[in-house]
């Protein structure tokens, strides 16, 4: 639907999201303007997004603090906990753990249905792709070679002798810091925040959608459900395509 009147977004996000619920019906609210249809760079959250599982919580279990763990996680996910604190909280938990213990969940990683098609009519059509998590860059490393994408940022783990020492290195990617590296990456690109599409599902993903011109909650918690100016809630990925402007007919041919 398309209209010239001024509207109060806040107030209509809140209106629909209760249809959105009730119907299942997904929808992006996008503000009538050239950078509407010319979108450029794509950001993803890693967890719960970019693949279905949370990678802190599969660590865990390697090191026997699995329930935790998972405690800590989901509070933080929605937005009860502060997200440094809990990240390094479930991190000193799992001190000892041997890096070469990682290699099986790195060659298991549970990408989302969708998104190898996702990505591979994304880079045909031009668009620049980024992950950015409040995980771990060993991970997501690991991600942006497989699937060739070209900035990823997370947090770094400390190692001493090959075993984690329970501490962090360098700055910490929580939610305002993913922000701060959607506007870097965009100005790097050459890209206005209005051509930026952000998709996530947890509480340290408010602040980027928030940037971006199209923020997608993705089978979200309720905190970004409540504030993004779109919701996806389909098991696949790729039906991100449908609010970039692609048909039916186009997608039946990728």
């Not at 503000?31 to 970019?50: C, G, N, Q, W, Y």
């Not at 305002?176 to 340290?204: H, M, S, Y």
């Not at 928030?210 to 089978?219: K, S, Y």
Request: proline share 3%.
């Amino acid at each position: 639907l398309r209209t010239h009147q001024q509207l109060d977004r806040p107030r209509l996000l809140r209106d629909l999201l209760p249809l959105h619920q009730q119907h299942h019906v997904d929808f992006a609210l996008q503000p009538e303007s050239l950078f509407r249809r010319h979108k450029r760079l794509i950001v993803f959250d890693a967890d719960m997004t970019f693949i279905q599982c949370e990678i802190i919580n599969e660590m865990s279990q390697l090191v026997g603090c699995e329930a935790e763990v998972k405690v800590l996680t989901e509070a933080a996910m929605r937005g009860e906990l502060d997200f440094e604190e809990a990240l390094r909280a479930r991190v000193r938990l799992m001190k000892g753990l041997h890096r070469d213990d990682l290699q099986s969940l790195l060659r298991q990683l549970p990408y989302t249905p969708g998104v190898r098609r996702l990505v591979r009519v994304l880079k045909q059509l031009g668009y620049k792709l980024a992950l950015l998590s409040g995980g771990f860059q060993l991970f997501v490393d690991h991600i942006c070679e497989e699937f060739h994408l070209d900035y990823g940022f997370a947090n770094s783990l400390e190692w001493q002798d090959g075993r984690l020492t329970g501490e962090l290195l360098g700055e910490i990617v929580d939610g305002q810091r993913k922000a701060q590296l959607l506007q870097q990456i965009a100005a790097r690109e050459g890209i206005v925040p209005e051509q930026v599409v952000a998709i996530g599902d947890g509480a340290n993903d408010v602040q980027m959608l928030a940037i971006a011109g199209l923020g997608i909650a993705f089978n979200a918690k309720p905190v970004l459900q409540e504030r993004a100016s779109g919701q996806l809630n389909q098991p696949n990925l790729d039906a991100l395509l449908y609010f970039l402007g692609l048909s039916g007919q186009e997608l039946a041919n990728c």
